[in-house]
Every structure is written in C-alpha cells, then in structure tokens.
C-alpha cells in the first residue's frame, strides 16, 4: 500500500484498502473557520446532536473575514464563537490566532498518521507532517463532528519524484507551481499526491507546508509527505497528542509516478486566470504591477517572511506600488518582530497587517480595484479572485514577490538581490 | 426522476469563486446567496434563469474553494440539476450532500450550447437534448451515493443512522 492507503485502511479498522472503496473513516481532528463554521453549525443542529463527538478534537478559528471586517462577518464569527464556547471546541480568539493552516500545524493540533477533515480546501496543507488531509463541505463537517466519522472514496495516489538540488530562490512554491503548470488544474482531480525524492528531503518543512497546502490547485485530494527527521523534529516540542508514523510499503501501488529533475528549475509566475497558466521569471515579460501581498496559508511562515525579508535588504519597495505583508500567525509575527523582519518591511515602505486570510479571497486588507495587477504568494488567481473582475492576479513565492514590490514590475531576485 | 430546463453552457474550470464570490461570503442564508450566483463570469444569470434549468458545463466545475456556498446558491437560484464533463471533488461532495443533482457526461456537456432544453432522467442517468435531438447517457451513481441521495442528502441519511444507533 502507499502512504494514502496505509493512512485511510487504519483510520477504517481494515488490512487494507483500494482506490475506488467507499469507506466510513474515524478522523482525528475536525476544523472550521468563520465563513464555513456557521453552516456547519446550522447542519449540526438540523442533526439533532446535542454535543460534538470529542471537543478537544473540533477546531474553530476566525481567520478569513476576521479581525471581523463588517457587520454581517461579525455576526458569523459570533455564531461560531458562541458555539465554540458551548461545545468547549478548541477554539482560537483574535489577538491568539492567525491563519488557520499556519496555526494548526504550529500549535501540535495535527501530527504525523492523523486523518484530517476542514471545511475549507486548503486543509491539504498537513500533508506535509505526513497526515492525510482533506477539504470539505459544511455539511460533511457537521456530520463529522456529531459521529467522528466521514465518508471517503479511497483515492488514486500519484507519485510525485523531484531529483536535483534546488537553485537559490528557488522554494516549495516554486516546486508546486511548476508541478501544476506540468499537470494542469485537474491533473490530480480524485487523486491524492504523494511527493518524494531528493529536492523533497532537502526541503523545509515550511516549503512542505506551501507544497501540500496548493495539492487542491491541482485538483488533489490530498498532498502527502513521507514523515522524516525534519518532520519529527517539528513535532517533537509541538505534538498534543501521540502519533504514529505511516511508510509507504517498498511495493507500493500509484496510478502515475511522475519524475522532476528540478535542479535547474528557475523560480516561477502563475499568470492570470489559473494557478496552471506558469512561466519561469525570466520568461515573465515587462508586468507593471499596483500591489504585492506576502502572506496567506501558502506563504505566510517565518521562512516566507525571512526570505522575503533578505530580498528587500534595506531596499524600499518601489514608490507607485502597495506591498501588503501578512505573517501566518501571532507566533510567526513575534517571531519575526525578533529578528529584526517586521522593522525591515515596515522601512521598505511595507504594509504588515495583523494575520488574516483577507485579501486573498478579495474579503478585505487589499482589494483590487479594475485594471490593477497584483503579484501574490497565495494561492488563486482566478478572474476577480482579489477583487475587481478587471483585476490581475499573478502567483509566485516570497523571493519573487519581494523583489517585484522593489521593481514596480515581476523581477527576479537574482535582479533585485543578486 | 426526470427533469427538464434551458441549459446554462459554460467553459472548463468553472470556480467557486465564480459560482459564489467571497465578498458575498458574509452570510449563509441560501436566497442571498442566490442572488449573486455566476455574478463574476455571467452578470445575466440571476436575470435570466428560470426554476428547473439547468446549467452544464465542461472539465472540473466547481473547482477551488470547500465553500458549500456555492452549490447552495446554485439550488436557490432555480437549477434543478448540473451536468458536467468533470466536477471537483469537494464541489461534488457538496452538492450530493445537499441535494443538488449532478450527471458526469464529458459528450453531452460538448454537445450543448446555451438556450437548448435539456431533459435528464436521474434515475437512468440519460440526458437527452431535445434542441438536436442527441441523447447521451451518464455515468450511474455507485450504490453508496445513491444511498445518500435517496436518503434526502447527507445530514438526513446520518439523522437515520443515529435514530437507529439509539
């Protein structure tokens, strides 16, 4: 079996298990954030389930329109607190939280071998600690949480191998645009991917984190990692619960095993309207640009912020453009204030905001308005994802975001950094 | 179950973001919803459509974001049903859940265009458009949706089981 099925036949109490089964899966950690949580409520109500299956494992945190951007999302993020409150969930306020798929992994919520459902598609991102995660409905989430169990389709698993040493600026990011470029938006639909090879043992965990969290880009159902030294080593401190590790076995089955040398892999742009449309810098063109973000559950971890950071180096971003730098979460924003980061982007002329999803689905804190280009390290670019409908939005990782808020236009940061 | 509409054509990789955009994502309530459906990629859509149509398109509708949202905008404007080359699996989940048919057909989605009636039979999985003439045939839901969707969607199937549990 490989890591998907290893991980799914001992979540449903079977030997094993084959893609295509329908399956009863026992979950481990159930998550919601504001714009999903109050359907999911309203569903679990409609159940008639007086109380959640296991509150230490039901997981609630404001996020998307939160520090709550108007009346109507303040209504939302009360709806959930309340019930976070009255069922006792694990539940992170304002001011303790951050962006849901930063704070998760940060806090030990998840840990390697869990099964992991969200009510929001990014939850791929704990592949990386080697767990299999998945996005849902509210719905399903409301069933979860009532019975501690979700229905699955077992799914194909595609075998992703990057050999090769990754050049410099060259991150997770690039990694996972380049790989989408390769496949296409459907590429994984129904599949779950799993990554391997040598550029992946080299990776950061928070390069991890970027790949699996942008697996659903691909149509992917989950992304997973094979847990490692840098894994455990991440948990280690972290984990609120014991864990156990899953391997693939030595024969194990994929539906497609795609190979990557990525050793001379350039960093890379998603162009408008697909997260698929990617070109290497260097082919990017002349693209003025109005507004860069830094952030989001992609990008939005201390190493984003560090390179970043390193790119800029006393260098101010450029004087007709907006950069907008949003840490993960309250612990990466300490952090960085410590380092010294957070000083060097607000002298660059940055924006740092206090952690939310907000710009990256056009909710608030840097909209896009008609005709204006935004270069982001999140995750959509689909038409009027930051905004306007008439807006552009370009995907790459924090190097090329960086060096782009210095140029006024998509620049490489060998150009701007040497 | 047969129903018959106009249908709604669309290209590939219809997102949630087109479906439903996040600025609306401020409430839950399925007829505010409704109102701004399509509204990014067919500002006529919420004008133009009428109870039982239906809208089809081609690979991976309903791609991008978990947000259940977007299929219940979809029923609360009016379609009866979504026939697609391809869905997205969260979108698919999603609307099985709520009671939002779907028909996975990638010919009869290449031969549709906007305005033909549409005719599906849920049960057989055919779709006839009666505009050419062309019938085409879906494939059939495995037994385990098909539980699902017979029990009235998820939250009503799992209502079922903890009845019986009790």
């Known amino acids: ?418 | 179950m047969k129903l018959r509409g106009t249908a709604h054509k669309y290209g590939s990789n219809v997102d949630t973001d087109a479906i439903i955009p996040a600025r609306y994502l401020n409430v839950s309530d399925a007829q505010e919803l409704a109102k701004h459906c399509m509204e990014d990629i067919d500002t006529g859509f919420v004008r133009r459509v009428k109870p039982g149509d239906i809208i089809v398109a081609e690979a991976n509708f309903g791609c991008g974001s978990s947000r259940e949202h977007a299929p219940v905008a979809i029923k609360a404007s009016g379609i009866s049903c979504v026939v697609a080359g391809s869905f997205a699996r969260i979108f698919f989940r999603n609307a099985i859940n709520i009671g939002l048919p779907l028909l996975e057909c990638p010919e009869a989605a290449a031969g549709c265009s906007t305005g033909d009636i549409i005719e599906v039979d849920l049960t057989s999985g055919e779709i006839t458009n009666v505009t050419t003439g062309k019938k085409y045939r879906a494939s059939p839901y495995p037994e385990f949706l098909l539980d699902i969707i017979k029990s009235g969607g998820l939250v009503s199937q799992t209502k079922k089981k903890l009845a019986r549990a009790r």
């Open chain 1, 1 to 418: 079996m490989n890591l998907t099925e290893k991980i799914l036949a001992a979540h449903c109490g079977r030997k094993s298990v084959t893609p295509g089964e329908f399956i009863n899966v026992k979950v481990d950690l159930i998550l919601a954030n504001d714009i999903t949580a109050p359907l999911a409520i309203k569903e679990f109500r409609n159940l008639g389930t007086k109380s959640v299956f296991d509150p230490q494992r039901v997981v609630m945190v404001p996020d998307h329109f939160a520090p709550n951007k108007d009346i109507p999302s303040a209504e939302q993020c009360k709806l959930m607190r309340e019930f976070a409150l009255e069922q006792l969930l694990v539940y992170f306020e304002v001011g303790r939280a951050g962006i849901e798929h930063v704070l998760l992994p940060e806090q030990g919520l998840v840990v390697p071998g869990d099964v992991v459902v969200g009510a929001d598609s990014h939850t791929c991102t704990y592949g990386a600690l080697s767990a299999f995660a998945t996005g849902m409905g509210s719905t399903d989430i409301a069933v979860a949480m009532a019975t501690g169990e979700i229905w699955m389709k077992v799914p194909a698993a595609i075998q992703f191998v990057y050999s090769g040493k990754l050049r410099p600026w060259v991150g997770g990011k690039d990694l996972i645009l380049h790989t989408i470029g390769r496949i296409g938006v459907d590429g994984a639909l129904y599949a779950s991917m799993e990554f391997t090879g040598e550029a992946i043992s080299e990776l950061s965990m928070d390069g991890r984190f970027t790949m699996a969290n942008m697996a659903i880009e691909a149509g992917g159902k989950a992304g997973l990692f094979r847990a490692d030294k840098k894994t455990l080593e991440y948990v280690k401190d972290r984990a609120k619960r014991p864990y156990k590790v899953f391997d693939p076995d030595p024969d194990a089955r994929y539906s497609q095993t795609i190979e990557l040398d990525v050793s001379n892999l350039e960093p890379q742009v998603a162009f408008p309207s697909l997260p698929s449309k990617v070109k290497p810098v260097s082919q990017a063109g002349t693209v003025g640009l109005d507004q860069v973000v830094i952030g989001s559950c992609t990008n939005g971890r201390l190493e984003d912020l560090r390179v970043a950071a390193q790119v800029l180096n006393g260098k101010k971003v450029h004087p007709r453009l907006r950069c907008i730098v949003l840490p993960g979460t309250q612990t990466v924003y300490r952090q960085a204030m410590h380092e010294g980061i957070i000083e060097r982007f607000i002298e660059a002329g940055a924006a740092v905001s206090t952690p939310t999803c907000g710009p990256c689905l056009g909710g608030y804190m840097g909209i896009l308005a008609a005709g204006e280009r935004c270069l982001s390290t999140t995750n959509r670019n689909f038409v009027g994802r930051m905004g306007s409908t008439k807006s552009e939005v370009y995907l790459a990782g924090p190097a090329v975001a960086a060096a782009s808020a210095v140029a006024g236009r998509i620049a490489s940061p060998q150009e701007v950094a040497g």
